[in-house]
């Protein structure tokens, strides 16, 4: 179920996501609105904002449900690597602090696991932009100062 179907399929205020409480004309709470307490439409349409601008829609499969650490082709070291990564991944995931680097070959694993943390952000709320090493080479970095990170501004 998308978020979406779930806002239409809400019984309670019938997608409007928000609800007014039956009390007398006298009462402070008379023709406020609420936050629907079923689906709390408002925070669904956050989230869905945010997926909408996570960059991630090419990347959908690339969950920590579909991560693989268990190949044939790799020996147990490389299995063992892929295990490590995976939970670090996870813990980073769980409290997204600072920053975690991948290293290693193409095809690896790298972006997956990128992708897996910034599925897990944007299903938290947090505001997330997935952007791929070569994208970002390609992009943002050459607006970063090469010795602090921070953003440069354009020469007028
Ligand atoms: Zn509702």
Not at 125 to 145: E, Q, Y
């Amino acid at each position: 179920m998308t978020t979406n179907e779930a806002i239409l399929l809400c019984e309670v205020c019938g997608g409007m996501g928000v609800i007014t409480r039956a009390v007398p004309i006298d009462h402070p709470d008379f023709g406020k609105s609420f936050p629907c307490p079923n689906c709390n439409t408002a925070a669904l349409r956050r989230r869905d904002s945010i997926a909408r601008m996570s960059n991630l829609e090419h990347f959908q499969d690339k969950t920590f449900a579909t991560f693989q650490t268990e190949l044939t082709y790799l020996d147990e070291r490389q299995n063992a690597a892929l295990r490590i990564a995976l939970d670090r991944a996870l813990g980073f995931a769980q409290q997204p602090r600072g920053w975690l680097l991948f290293m290693g070959n193409t095809g690896t694993g790298k972006t997956h696991l990128a992708a897996a943390i910034a599925h897990e952000a944007v299903a938290r709320s947090i505001r997330t932009i997935f952007v791929t090493a070569p994208d970002f080479a390609g992009s943002s970095a050459r607006h970063l100062c090469a010795q602090c990170g921070s953003q440069l501004r354009p020469a007028l």
